[in-house]
C-alpha cells in the first residue's frame, strides 16, 4: 500500500500529524508512506524511518514569484507517478487540497465543517469529521488513520514512542552551562507578537532558575530579544540552529519553556519535560502528560476566530512558571 500525507507547514502542526506515522506502521508495516512538506520544513522529517520519501514542494515561493506555479504544478504531477493508494490531506486548506488532488483524485480530507478553508473539502473524494475545536493533535491523528480503518484512542497517543530523530549535532558549544546544573531551553519567539511572552518577563524566569538557561532564536528580533535578557542574566544565546541541531538540543534538554510554537512541540514529540505558555491561542493545541505542561492566560479563546490583539500572555505571573519549572526538573 503507498500512501501520500500532505502536511506543507508550520513546524508545530507538522509534529503533531507525525504521531500517527508509528499507528500507521503498526498496522501496515509494509506501507509505504511519503510526506509532501514546504522545503523548508523537511528537515522535521528527516531521519524518520517511517518516511519512506519526503517529497517537497516550494510553495511559499509562488506568492512573491508567480511564474513558479506552473515549475511547482509539474514537480507535484511529477510525484503522482507513484500512484498513490491513499493521499490524505490533513492540512485542510485550499493550496493543500489541490496539492492532494494533483497527486490522485482519490484523495482524503477533513468534510467542510471540519476546517477552516471549507472550500477545501471539495476537492477531496472522501471526508473525515472531526470538529474543528477537538485537540489538534487527535484531529491530526483522525484523519490520517480513520480512511485506514484504525481509530486511534487518546490513551494510545498518550503512549506514544518518540517520533522524532535526528543526526548527532554538529555545533561545538563550549562554555554554555556549568556542570551539575540542568539544561533549560527557552523558546522566546513565534509566529505572532502576542503569542510571546515578554522578554522581561523571561528574564525574570531565567533569575529565579538555578540552571543552566539556553535562548532559542529564529529570527534577528528574536534574535535581539535573546541578547537583551542574556546581557542581564546568566543565560547563554544559541548559535543559529538547522532543524536537525535543534531536534539534538532539544532531546539533550531537561527542560524547554516556551511560547505556542514549533520548537516547544517537538519537546512532546522528543518525550522531553516542558512548560507551553499559552495566550491567544487554545491549549487544547496540545497533549498534557506527567512532563508536558501549560500555563495559560486569563483570557477566554474563540478557536474559530482567534484574537491576534490578545496579549495576555503576559499575565502569566513568572513564580507559577519558576513553580511548575522546578517541579518537573
Same mark, same amino acid.
Not at 532559542?216 to 543565560?235: D, F, P, T, V
Given at each position: ?23 500507521? !506502521? ?11 512538506? @514546504? ?23 509562488? !506568492? ?7 515549475? @511547482?504544478?509539474?514537480? &507535484? ?7 498513490? %493508494?491513499?493521499?490524505? %490531506?490533513?492540512?485542510?486548506?485550499? !493550496?493543500?487540497?489541490? $496539492? ?25 473524494? %472522501? ?7 477537538? /485537540?489538534?493533535?487527535?484531529?491530526? $491523528? ?41 539544561? $533549560? ?10 503569542? /510571546? ?7 525574570? $524566569? ?17 534574535? @535581539? ?5 542574556? @546581557? ?5 544565546? #544559541? ?17 524547554? &519553556?516556551?511560547? %505556542? ?33 501549560? #500555563? ?8 474559530? !476566530? ?15 512558571? &519558576? ?7
Amino acid at each position: 500500500m503507498k500512501i501520500a500525507i500532505v502536511k506543507l507547514s508550520a513546524l508545530g502542526d507538522i509534529v503533531h500529524a507525525m504521531v500517527a506515522l508509528q499507528f500507521i !506502521k503498526a498496522a501496515y508495516p509494509d506501507a509505504q508512506i511519503d510526506w509532501v512538506v @514546504e522545503q523548508g520544513f523537511a528537515g522535521v522529517l528527516a531521519d524518520n524511518p517511517d518516511i519512506n520519501q519526503i517529497l517537497t514542494v516550494n510553495l511559499k515561493a509562488v !506568492k512573491t514569484n508567480k511564474r513558479r506555479l506552473l515549475s @511547482e504544478i509539474a514537480n &507535484i504531477q511529477a510525484y503522482s507517478a507513484q500512484h498513490y %493508494d491513499w493521499v490524505i %490531506d490533513a492540512q485542510g486548506l485550499i !493550496k493543500s487540497a489541490l $496539492v492532494a488532488r494533483l497527486l490522485s483524485k482519490q484523495c482524503v480530507g477533513f468534510d467542510k465543517h471540519s476546517i477552516r478553508e471549507s472550500l477545501a473539502a471539495r476537492f477531496y473524494k %472522501d471526508t473525515v469529521a472531526c470538529a474543528y475545536d477537538a /485537540n489538534t493533535i487527535d484531529r491530526n $491523528v483522525a484523519v490520517l488513520t480513520r480512511p485506514l480503518g484504525l481509530n486511534i484512542s487518546s490513551a494510545q497517543i498518550l503512549e506514544k514512542r518518540t517520533f522524532l530523530y535526528f543526526q548527532p549535532s554538529q555545533l561545538n558549544l563550549p562554555g554554555y552551562g556549568q556542570t551539575g546544573l540542568p539544561s $533549560v531551553l527557552l523558546v522566546t519567539g513565534s509566529t505572532w507578537p502576542s503569542r /510571546n511572552y515578554p522578554k522581561e518577563n523571561y528574564l525574570k $524566569v531565567v533569575q529565579g532558575l538555578n540552571a543552566n538557561c539556553l535562548l532559542l532564536w529564529g529570527n534577528s528580533q528574536e534574535h @535581539e530579544s535573546a541578547k537583551w535578557i542574556a @546581557e542581564r542574566s546568566n543565560a547563554k544565546v #544559541l548559535p543559529r540552529m538547522t532543524l536537525n541541531d535543534l531536534k539534538a538540543q532539544i532531546a539533550s534538554a531537561d527542560l524547554i &519553556i516556551g511560547n %505556542d510554537t514549533g520548537p516547544t512541540h517537538m519537546a512532546w514529540g522528543l518525550n522531553r519535560p516542558s512548560i507551553t505558555l499559552f495566550g491567544p491561542t487554545p491549549i487544547s493545541r496540545v497533549y498534557q502528560t506527567d512532563i508536558n505542561k501549560v #500555563l495559560k492566560s486569563p483570557s477566554v479563546v474563540n478557536p474559530y !476566530k482567534l484574537d491576534k490583539n490578545d496579549f495576555s500572555i503576559a499575565e502569566i505571573a513568572e513564580t507559577e512558571i &519558576i513553580r511548575l519549572a522546578e517541579e518537573l526538573l
